[in-house]
């Protein structure tokens, strides 16, 4: 449903102010420059999953718009790799941006803005003044309301200017791989049909095919060339390609030069068992991350087909999955048809023999997902889907965008949870009962690239993880460049590996294609490469220091602290009241110490808060939700027994100062105005 959500009083935009502009040949850019424009600021850092499900809803405005809009990305970077201009520009061409980006590393327009949250959407009118503040996502339609009334509105005036924006498109990448998320071994005898004996064994890709019969080969996800790759233990001889390479949704054939199949930035992969194939007609399981779906990939035939997922984003399509008074979410089966189920990012798979299912890292709402290949089921197996770290009985954790899992010799699945930039495990029980611990990582805004004990150790963004011969756990510390281990037996971090372009991937190759030891083979995605990286007798040492995202602080008096979030639902949505109160908030802070009271977990959106006057400063962790569902009421007032209904949530970590002439009410916008 959309809405309009409009400023009352005119205030004027403040100067956009950065270190440099990308995608604008070179040109910087002002609020003069954009005068007459429908102007559209999008902050955002490129480690957000909410905030690449932002680019997502905004491009078919940016289309349809093209004439009057433009969207300006300031990008405020969370993690201190994110500042690095380089990789800023590398994340601009992966996400396939095409508007102006400001780059803002410290924070300058983020303050001026007042932003509190990735993402947040603010509007300014054709003559400079603000006229929406939005957080989160979800708001795609009520900016299809806005930016008509816009146009009409200063067409009248003639102060609208049609005409060609200021973007200009930088330089693609070339090559056979354009930033690469995932890679899977292929043992002999389950690769592509291309490897049966139909190439010249005189040719080099006759001769890889004849390694790769006998040694096998490897599948990647060519994730910025929106397909897949079947290379040779060489890393370089492509053996066969999966998908067209157009962005999109089609099932079909994949194999091939005439491929009619599509994926859309596909991410993880996994081989099933050769039984469980048998059974399912396909061989390989795609997470295929905007297109919101899981895919199943023949290698016998090469058809690709969808095995899950509707194609919505689940936060935008999603009836009353709560959590409870004691912080419990809903956990279990998703319904019987796995194509009537909205899924939110998959980000990797995993074969588990313990569920006999593939399990699911669900970036985009925080938790962990299964899927039986045999029989369909779809269920949520972790996390409440609330935003953070929380370990405990699987219904009750929380995660934070977790990207990569690997099971270990005794059926446990670890994972590598970015946001949080820690290394979690699920506990397998035999009765299939999951419990959650963390191994290393402290927070959300908590970071760094420190070995050691791990209850001191840090880590940046991991993406990936695996397990190695010997137990313990390597880790793709994707923005450390790194590649780090994890002792289970000793309780230690350190360092394998340094120096990598964004590795978003580590595997165990036994291969011995480059020796008689072991390897690790590493998805360098920055580099748009595989490589093959040694297994050190002697690991490194590394202490640079543990970080935390820094943000301006906000002052607040010692004692009491009223908290309201302000929520209205759209117009053609209710409050989804049918289960009681449909609005929530979850309190903690860090250090624990600064709430003597009002946190925890309960409904309502208003909250008094008593902060400690001996804590001088710390960051408060909230989190609001409310639920609302579509259509008009019936006669009786209550919301029709089919609506689709929505969930509305946001995540903030505010930073704050204590002192005595500190504000005593901290006022926060769940859907509404600052």
């Known amino acids: 449903m959309s809405e309009t959500v409009r400023t009352h009083a005119r205030v004027r935009a403040s100067e956009l102010v950065g270190r440099n502009w990308l995608n604008t040949g070179g040109k910087s850019l002002d609020l003069e420059a954009l005068r007459g424009k429908i102007v559209l600021l999008d902050f955002w850092t490129f480690c957000c999953i909410n905030c690449l499900h932002v680019l997502d809803e905004l491009r078919p405005l940016e289309q349809q718009y093209s004439d009057v809009l433009v969207t300006v990305g300031v990008h405020s970077p969370k993690f201190e790799h994110e500042a690095d201009p380089v990789a800023l520009a590398a994340a601009v061409e992966r996400y396939e941006i095409h508007h102006p980006v400001l780059d803002d590393p410290e924070l300058d327009t983020w303050k001026a803005y007042t932003a509190r949250a990735w993402p947040t959407l603010v509007v300014i009118d054709p003559e400079g003044y603000i006229v929406a503040h939005l957080s989160g996502e979800g708001h795609a339609d009520g900016l299809a309301v806005l930016i008509p009334e816009l146009i009409a509105e200063h067409e009248a005036k003639g102060t609208l200017h049609r005409g060609s924006g200021p973007y200009v498109a930088p330089e693609a990448t070339s090559g056979t791989l354009r930033f690469p998320g995932k890679a899977l071994f292929l043992p002999p005898g389950r690769g592509s049909t291309a490897l049966a004996g139909t190439a010249d064994a005189g040719t080099p890709a006759g001769a890889a095919a004849a390694v790769a019969a006998e040694k096998g080969s490897w599948l990647v996800t060519d994730t910025g060339h929106h397909r897949l790759v079947e290379l040779g233990t060489d890393f370089e001889t492509v053996l066969a390609t999966f998908g067209s390479g157009t962005k999109g949704y089609a099932d079909g054939p994949a194999a091939g030069d005439t491929a009619s199949a599509q994926f859309n930035e596909p991410q993880g992969l996994v081989l099933l068992p050769e039984d469980v194939a048998a059974k399912a007609g396909y061989d390989v399981v795609i997470a295929d991350s905007v297109n919101h779906r899981l895919r199943g990939l023949s290698l016998t035939d090469g058809k690709a087909s969808t095995l899950a997922g509707n194609g919505i984003q689940r936060l935008l399509e999603t009836g009353p999955a709560r959590v409870d008074e004691e912080g419990a979410g809903f956990s279990g089966s998703l319904g019987t048809d796995p194509l009537d189920v909205a899924l939110s990012s998959p980000w990797d798979v995993v074969w588990s023999r313990k569920l006999n299912a593939v399990v699911v890292a669900m970036a985009g709402t925080h938790q962990i997902f299964s899927f039986d290949p045999v029989t369909g089921a779809v269920s949520i197996i972790a996390g409440n ?94 923005y450390n460049g790194a590649v780090r281990r994890y002792d289970p037996a000793s309780g230690t971090v350190s360092t394998l590996a340094r120096g990598l372009a964004e590795p978003s991937d580590v595997i165990v190759d036994h291969t011995e294609s480059a020796g008689s030891e072991p390897l690790l083979v590493v998805v360098e995605a920055n580099k748009h490469q595989l490589v093959y990286v040694p297994i050190p007798k002697e690991a490194q040492q590394v202490d640079e220091g543990a970080s935390q995202t820094q943000r301006p602080k906000s002052p607040v008096a010692p004692g009491t602290l009223d908290l309201t979030v302000r929520f209205t639902a759209p117009t053609g949505q209710k409050l989804d009241d049918r289960w009681g109160d449909p609005t929530q908030l979850k309190i903690s802070s860090t250090p624990p110490e600064l709430l003597v009271a009002g946190g925890g977990t309960s409904v309502g959106l208003l909250r008094t808060l008593e902060l400690s006057p001996d804590v001088p400063e710390g960051v408060l962790h909230i989190t609001a939700r409310a639920a609302a569902c579509d259509g008009p009421e019936t006669e009786d007032g209550e919301i029709p027994d089919h609506a689709a209904c929505h969930l509305y949530q946001q995540d903030w970590g505010i930073p704050v100062v204590l002192q005595a002439d500190g504000d005593t009410e901290l006022v926060l916008d769940l859907r509404g105005m600052d």
């Open 385 to 478: 889907g609330l935003e953070g770290l929380l370990d405990g009985p699987a219904h009750e954790s929380w995660f934070a965008q977790s990207s990569g899992l690997a099971e270990d010799a005794d059926g446990n699945i670890w994972v590598a949870d970015s946001e949080t930039s820690a290394l979690r495990k699920l506990v397998i029980a035999d009765d299939a009962s999951i419990t959650v611990e963390s191994a290393v990582g402290k927070g959300l805004f908590d970071f760094g690239f420190r070995d050691g004990p791990a209850a001191e150790a840090r880590l940046q963004h991991p993406l990936g993880v695996t397990v190695l011969p010997d137990g313990s756990v390597a880790i793709a510390d994707t």
